[in-house]
Nanobody, 117 residues
């Protein structure tokens, strides 16, 4: 079955950095657009960044210049480097795998990121 397993979340001070990882299994990884979404308390889940199978990236305006998404197709991994973190980045971060043409959409369980002094 499909599994997306996130890791790397935690508590970090404002201005700090974290690297989130997502290990995918059960899918032909290279065919999927991989993404990171986040959901803060009381808010809807929203796209943070995604990366297409060809490597094209897309970022939410709020994270441009601070976060970097990357993928390693040989390892079935997608990463999100978070830098210059702000308290408003506090949320549960979810890994997502999409294959739009086939209406395939898979989610991980999420990892908590808390930015606080």
């Amino acid at each position: 079955q499909v599994q997306l397993v996130e890791s790397g979340g935690g508590l970090v001070q404002p201005g700090g950095s974290l690297r989130l990882s997502c290990a995918a299994s059960g899918i032909t990884f290279g065919l999927y657009t991989m993404g990171w979404y986040r959901q803060a308390p009381g808010k809807q889940r929203a796209l943070v960044a995604d990366i297409a199978s060809g490597g094209q990236t897309n970022y939410a305006d709020s994270v441009k210049g601070r976060f970097t998404i990357s993928r390693d197709n040989a390892k079935n991994m997608v990463y999100l480097q978070l830098s210059s973190l702000k308290p408003e980045d506090t949320a549960v971060y979810y890994c997502n795998a999409k294959r739009h043409a086939y209406l395939l959409d898979f989610w991980g369980q999420g990892t908590q990121v808390t930015v606080s002094s």
